[in-house]
């Protein structure tokens, strides 16, 4: 599909494999209230039912891949296994699970860009991360000093690919928290993206989002440029 354009599994695969294999320590049993989620990982965008969903198969057959953390202060940061984290916690809530339930994680050393990079990796990759996350991961990325053409090396996509998920970067906010709801289409998003004026983006975005133009990507382009 459009979607998955410039993405090669065939090269991300083995880096997430060489990345993780390279400093893991012997997987431990950790308490699950020493664990959190690292702001480094990079999906943001789970829904409430998914994660519960999570729970209920984790209680049933429990754990059935590790978790992969960083060590942070007294605790560790999850960055690969946010998912299973999530549901870990709604377990404990519902009283399922005790508060110090040992959870199997691989710990590492990494500094934060490839901490993001991992996780990135895992869940583009493998999980097919939204929009709006892959967005921040890549938006991320470039704050950390990384350029167009390293980051598309780095993951197996192409600078075009990139390039076009961070010009939606740029989108209105409320534009973009719609796309992050999947309440516009990735065409939609693209449309809004033609200028990086915000006021324009919300002038038609205020004008359209409760009418029938409001997924109407040509309607929108066509009032975006005029």
Do not use: C
Not at 144 to 162: C, H, Q, W, Y
Not at 185 to 209: C, E, G, I, P
């Amino acid at each position: 599909s459009s979607d998955r354009e410039g993405r090669g599994a065939e090269v991300g695969e083995p880096k997430l494999t060489s990345l993780i294999t390279r400093r893991l320590s012997m997987i431990q049993m950790i308490p699950l209230n020493k664990l959190s989620l690292s702001p480094n990982n990079v999906r943001k965008t789970d829904t409430d039912q998914l994660i519960a969903e999570f729970a209920d198969n984790i209680e049933t057959r429990g754990i059935l891949q590790n978790l992969v953390a960083v060590p942070s202060g007294k605790g560790y940061d999850v960055i690969v296994g946010g998912r299973r984290l999530r549901a870990l916690n709604l377990l404990k809530d519902r009283k399922a699970i005790k508060a110090n339930h040992p959870v199997p994680v691989a710990v590492m050393e990494a500094a934060s860009e490839e901490q993001a990079e991992i996780s990135l990796i895992e869940n583009v990759i493998r999980q097919q991360m939204t929009v709006a996350d892959e967005i921040r991961a890549y938006k991320f990325f470039i704050n950390e000093g990384s350029d167009l053409d390293a980051i598309a090396k780095r993951f197996g996509r192409t600078r075009r690919a990139v390039e076009g998920r961070l010009r939606l970067a740029d989108l209105a906010e409320p534009i973009f928290a719609a796309l992050e709801r999947n309440e516009i289409t990735l065409d939609v998003a693209k449309a809004y993206a033609t200028t990086s004026n915000h006021d324009r983006q919300t002038l038609v975005w205020d004008q359209v989002h409760d009418s029938w133009q409001g997924n109407n990507a040509d309607a929108i382009r066509r009032m975006i440029t005029t």
